[in-house]
């Protein structure tokens, strides 16, 4: 039985012809909670949004849960947050909460007041996002993260521009998500806690990605 989440095969990513990845082969198991640290521009963002099925490889495989990472079904089973917010900046938080569910053919909107709730969002729900700060920003990205029943969750950067106020309710989300044995693959050089996480990993260089615990 494949007990693998994602599986890499030899990958290989290149931009104006400098490669980011390069041969790379990688496996995490399911329910494997996986901190990736490396150095910046290194080409942790890369490699995550490779495993999200956001960019495409140049050669090599990847299979999510056994599957190619592009086949429609695939990407359902994957929640990914990128480093930044991809929201409609003239539209409220509520809005754009209610596009994402859309978007992604959920079906949750009798909860998305409990969402924004859970973020602490619910008291600025009808602002612009142009008016949100940063933090509010990083904040709507875990409520839309929240919208998503996923098996496989794709973290990149996810404490970047939050308080200690943020930390703690993304921490509370993450430890949900361990609680219930999803997959988490998290980017971050910012996370103090270590032993939070059954596996750590560094990217060394485009080829190499070395266990470190």
Known sequence: MNNRAIYADLISKKFDNQYIIKDLSFSL???????????NGIGKTTLLRL??????TNTGKIEILGNPVQDNKTRSSIAYMGPGDAFYKHLSGYENLTFFNSFLNLRTNNKLDDFLKEVDLWEARNIAVK????????????????????????????FKGLDDYGKNILN???KKLKKENKTIFLVSNLFEDMDYFESVYELVSASRLERKR
């Open 29 to 39: 198991k399911k329910s494997e909670n996986a901190l990736l640290t490396g150095r």
């Open 51 to 56: 495993f999200a099925g956001v960019t495409r």
């Open 131 to 158: 008016n949100y700060s940063t933090g509010m920003k990083k904040r709507l990205s875990i409520s839309v993260s929240m919208l998503q029943k996923a098996q496989i969750y794709l973290f990149d950067e996810p």
């Open 172 to 174: 509370k989300y993450l």
